[in-house]
C-alpha cells in the first residue's frame, strides 16, 4: 500500500478519467491537509495548500510514467505549495498552531509548541523525519536539497528540540543516523 | 518527562480535524488552472534561454531592472529581476530590440547556415543592456544561446547587489566592441573560436542582415523547429499561423468560450521571486501582449477539418493555417515525420465545409 493511497487508485486516476482523479483526491485529501497544517501552523493556509495540491494532481497526475513515483510526487507538490503559502502569507500575523491544533489525550508532548518555535526549514524536515517517518534521502528529494543539507538541519532541529521539551527520548533513531552516514 | 517524539508527533497529527473535501471548487479551479498554466509555460522559456547560454541565474533584491552580470576569472554569475522573451521571433521584432538597446548590437555571425533563432530575451525591456538570443539547427543540431552585454554595465567580483547570491560557473567570453558575448561553455572549442572571429569581422549592421534570415516569416506559435522551418516552405505568404500540439488542445476550450488564439510569443516577465534560491520563473509576473494569434473562424476552420480528418491534439503533427480570401481558410496538417505526406484542405467560410485539396 502507497502511503497516500492504494496503488489501485492511483493506477486509475493515472490511466483513467475524471472520475478516477477524484477518487484519488478524495483518498489523499486528509493526508495532504494534515501535512500541510503541521508544516504550515495554520489551519486555513493549510486548506489553501491542500487544495491547490489537488488542482496540481487533477491537471498533472495523468503525466505521471509510474505508480511507484506517485508518492515522492506528491510529498514534494505538498511541501513545495507550503512553501509558496508561506511565502504569500508572510505579512500576515499567523497565530502559530492555535486551537485547531488539539493535543491527543495520550500524548504526552507538547508537539505544536515545540513546532510553532522551530525555523521553516527545520519544522519542515522535523515534520517529515518524525511525523512521516520519512529517510533523509526521501526528505532531501521532496525539499529538493542536498542529502548532507537534510543532516544539518536534522541536528539542529533535534538540538532544539531538546531544549524546548527537555528531556524526550528519541536517541534510538537518531544514533542510528549517526553511526550511519547513508542511513537518514 | 520521558517519551518518544515521533509517536508524539504523529498523535498529535492524527488529531487534527480534517475539513470535507472541496470538491466542486477543486473542479473548477482545475480547470482554470489549466488556461494559466499555458502561459506559465511560455514564462518557463525564459529559463531555457539563460541555460542554453550555459548560465544560471540567481535572483537578486528589487533594486534594479532586469539582468544583471558578473564576471570573476573564467566564470560569470547572472541576477535576474526581470526580462521580456520572444519566442520564433520574426525579423521586424529582432531589428525592433536591436535598436532599442544602450549599445552597439553585433548578433552572433558564423553560425551554420541552418541555424533559427529560437528565442530572443532582453532586458530592461525599454532600454536593454542585456540581450539574450537562443539558436536551433536542425541539420547539425545546434542548440546554443549567447547572452550580449554592454561591457559598461558589468560587474566584476562579488555582487554588490543585497540579496542578489548567483551561481558561478564557467562561460566562454570575448568582447567586441562595447559588448561582451557570454558563450555557453559546452559549446566546441573549435565552434567558439569562429564565431568570435566572425563576429570580429562583421559590423552591427551586418550581423543582423545574417540575423534576419534566421528568424521567422510566419506566425509560429510553438512547437518543433524542424516542422516551422517545413511550415515556411508550404506557407504562401507570411500571414499564417503554425499551431503546436498544446495549441490545438487549447481549440475546444477558446471555442466553448468564443474566444480567439491569442498570440503569446512575447512575454514580459517581472517581480521573478525566488525559490531555493533560483528565480521561480512560473510564479513571475506576466505580462503579454494583447493581439489575436487565430481569429474565431480560423479555430473552427481548424477544429473543422480536424474532425473531418479524425486528427486529435495528441498527433504527431502541427498544423499551418492560411486565409488566402475572406471566404476560405487553407489549413495545411503537417507531420512530425517528414517522409509522410502533409494534408492541405479548403474550408469555406462561414459554413466550415471541408473540401481535401491533395
Not at chain 2, 555557453?184 to 550581423?207: K, L, N
Not at chain 2, 510564479?283 to 494569434?293: I, S
Amino acid at each position: 500500500m502507497g502511503r497516500w493511497a492504494e496503488p489501485q487508485l492511483v493506477t486509475a486516476a493515472i490511466g483513467g478519467d475524471d472520475a478516477g482523479v477524484e477518487a484519488l483526491l478524495v483518498a489523499i485529501w486528509p493526508g495532504c491537509f494534515r501535512l500541510a497544517a503541521s508544516l504550515l501552523g495554520d489551519w486555513n493556509l493549510a486548506q489553501d495548500a491542500a487544495q491547490d495540491v489537488c488542482v496540481l494532481v487533477h491537471r498533472k497526475v495523468r503525466r505521471l510514467r509510474s505508480v511507484g513515483a506517485f508518492d515522492a510526487w506528491l510529498y514534494r507538490i505538498v511541501v513545495r505549495e507550503c512553501s509558496r503559502v508561506r511565502r504569500a502569507s508572510r505579512r500576515r500575523e499567523i497565530e502559530l498552531y492555535d486551537e485547531h491544533f488539539p493535543v491527543d489525550a495520550a500524548v504526552t508532548l507538547d508537539v505544536w509548541r515545540a513546532l510553532a518555535q522551530l525555523a521553516p526549514e527545520l519544522r519542515e524536515v522535523t515534520v517529515l523525519f518524525y511525523f512521516d517517518d520519512l529517510s533523509g534521502e526521501q526528505i532531501a528529494a521532496a525539499l529538493r536539497v542536498r542529502h548532507a543539507t537534510v543532516r544539518t538541519r536534522l541536528a539542529r532541529a533535534r538540538h532544539r528540540l531538546r531544549e524546548l521539551l527537555g528531556d524526550y527520548d528519541d536517541h534510538r533513531r537518531f544514533d542510528a543516523l549517526e553511526a550511519s552516514p547513508h542511513a537518514v | 518527562m520521558q517519551s518518544d517524539f515521533a509517536p508524539n508527533a504523529r498523535g498529535a497529527r492524527a488529531a487534527i480535524p480534517v475539513p470535507a473535501f472541496p470538491a466542486q471548487r477543486i473542479r473548477s479551479r482545475a480547470q482554470r488552472a489549466t488556461a494559466r498554466s499555458r502561459a506559465r509555460i511560455l514564462a518557463l522559456a525564459g529559463a531555457l534561454v539563460l541555460a542554453g547560454a550555459g548560465v544560471r541565474a540567481g535572483v537578486a533584491a528589487k533594486v534594479f531592472d532586469g539582468v544583471r552580470v558578473w564576471l570573476s576569472g573564467g566564470e560569470a554569475a547572472v541576477a535576474v529581476d526581470s526580462f521580456t522573451i520572444a519566442s520564433f521571433p520574426t525579423a521586424s521584432q529582432l531589428r525592433a530590440t536591436v535598436a532599442r538597446a544602450t549599445f552597439r548590437v553585433v548578433l552572433p555571425t558564423g553560425l551554420p547556415s541552418g541555424a533559427r533563432i529560437l528565442r530572443i530575451a532582453y532586458a530592461p525591456s525599454n532600454r536593454p543592456t542585456v540581450m539574450m538570443v537562443q539558436y536551433a539547427d536542425e541539420v547539425s543540431g545546434l542548440a546554443a544561446g549567447f547572452v550580449l552585454v554592454a561591457t559598461s554595465t558589468l560587474g566584476h567580483g562579488t555582487p554588490s547587489i543585497p540579496g542578489a547570491a548567483p551561481e558561478w560557473l564557467p562561460t566562454r567570453r570575448w568582447t567586441v566592441g562595447d559588448e561582451t558575448v557570454l558563450a555557453p561553455p559546452a559549446f566546441a572549442a573549435r565552434g567558439a573560436a569562429r564565431i568570435e572571429a566572425a563576429m570580429h569581422a562583421t559590423t552591427p549592421a551586418q550581423s543582423l542582415a545574417e540575423n534576419d534570415r534566421r528568424t521567422w516569416r510566419l506566425t509560429v506559435l510553438g512547437g518543433r523547429v524542424d516542422v516551422a522551418s517545413r511550415a515556411e516552405r508550404l506557407a504562401a505568404n507570411d500571414h499564417a499561423v503554425l499551431l503546436d500540439r498544446a495549441h490545438l488542445r487549447w481549440i475546444p476550450d477558446l471555442l466553448k468560450q468564443g474566444r480567439p488564439m491569442p498570440d503569446g510569443r512575447d512575454v514580459e516577465l517581472t517581480h521573478i521571486p525566488s525559490l531555493h534560491g533560483e528565480p521561480d520563473y512560473a510564479h513571475a509576473t506576466l505580462k503579454f501582449t494583447h493581439t489575436t494569434a487565430l481569429s474565431l473562424p480560423g479555430l473552427k476552420a481548424v477544429q473543422a477539418v480536424m474532425r473531418a480528418s479524425h486528427t486529435t491534439s495528441a498527433c504527431r503533427c502541427e498544423i499551418l493555417v492560411e486565409r488566402p480570401s475572406g471566404a476560405r481558410y487553407r489549413v495545411i496538417t503537417i507531420p512530425f515525420s517528414p517522409r509522410r505526406p502533409v494534408a492541405t484542405s479548403d474550408v469555406s467560410v462561414p459554413s466550415f465545409v471541408v473540401r481535401t485539396v491533395r
